[in-house]
Nanobody, 115 residues
């Protein structure tokens, strides 16, 4: 089982930046991919970015060119650098780890972008 703890959310003005962190613990050796999802009020949870154990990266079209996912293997941590934030980016951001086909989730961190 994998435990995930997110941090770094907050309130920022449009055009600003935030950096989210997700620290993993537990059965991290079996993690195949780590992802960031987000869920805005009234919306379904959507994939924002994924990074696999092999280093492949995928972004949602809505964040391409603005968000960057990266990882620090030594610290078992994944980051999401978010630049040029827009009010539409307002959501709870969740970290997820896929291990042996089973996803684990963090508790989420709120990101609010004011116009």
């Amino acid at each position: 089982q994998v435990q995930l703890v997110e941090s770094g959310g907050g309130l920022v003005q449009a055009g600003g930046s935030l950096r989210l962190s997700c620290a993993a613990s537990g059965s991290i050796f079996a993690i195949n991919a780590m992802s960031w999802y987000r869920q805005a009020p009234g919306n379904q949870r959507e994939l924002v970015a994924t990074i696999t154990s092999g280093g492949s990266i995928l972004y949602a079209d809505s964040v391409k060119g603005r968000f960057t996912i990266s990882r620090d293997n030594a610290k078992n941590t994944v980051f999401l650098q978010m630049n040029n934030l827009k009010p539409d980016d307002t959501a709870i951001y969740y970290c997820s780890a896929l291990s042996r086909g089973v996803p684990s989730w963090g508790q989420g961190t709120q990101v609010t972008v004011s116009s």
